[in-house]
Nanobody, 120 residues
């Protein structure tokens, strides 16, 4: 059994910062990839940032230069540092991870989501 647990959401004023964390636990052999997604009110879920197996990072155009994704492989944890937040960043943020479990199965797992609200 594998679980992803997110933390760090909240309410912040425009221009402020937040740091999200997502920790994977359970029967993990290896965490392969990470991604942060968000779902604004009334809209579809969208990719915000990703950290694939090769260690590269990718960002949506809307967050480039403001958000930074980083990973701590020893802790099976991913972070999303969000700076210069804008009201349009308001959304539920989800982490997603591609994980090779101890049984040898490779599956995608999702966190429970954390609310980020940016006031103007």
């Amino acid at each position: 059994q594998v679980q992803l647990v997110e933390s760090g959401g909240g309410l912040v004023q425009a221009g402020g910062s937040l740091r999200l964390s997502c920790a994977a636990s359970g029967s993990i052999r290896r965490v392969i990839s990470w991604g942060w997604y968000r779902q604004p009110p009334g809209k579809q879920r969208e990719l915000v940032a990703s950290s694939p197996q090769d260690g590269s990072t990718n960002y949506a155009d809307s967050v480039k230069g403001r958000f930074t994704i980083s990973r701590d492989n020893a802790k099976n944890t991913i972070y999303l540092q969000m700076n210069s937040l804008k009201p349009e960043d308001t959304a539920v943020y989800y982490c997603k991870s591609g994980i090779l479990s101890s049984s040898g199965a490779y599956l995608d797992y999702w966190g429970q989501g954390t609310q980020v609200t940016v006031s103007s």
